[in-house]
């Protein structure tokens, strides 16, 4: 139950957006281009950040680059 408290957790690390061209999905809506997010939560595949939106969003890790 990890995404109760996703908000009050400790950040992993910062990454910064480097691009929004996704193939499958629309991203440009929750990430801006050169702008560095808190990541609350990694898995091998995705971030899991506190996005433009204000809320904690998964996104593929091919978007980011380490802050």
Known sequence: MIHLNW??????????????????????????????YDVKNETEEFYFIVDNTGKVGGFYKDYFADA
Request: hydrophobic share 30%; glycine share 4%.
């Open 7 to 36: 908000h009050e957790r400790e950040t992993i690390k910062k990454v910064k957006c480097i691009h929004t061209n996704a193939e499958k999905y629309i991203v440009n809506n929750a990430l801006t281009p050169g702008n560095v």
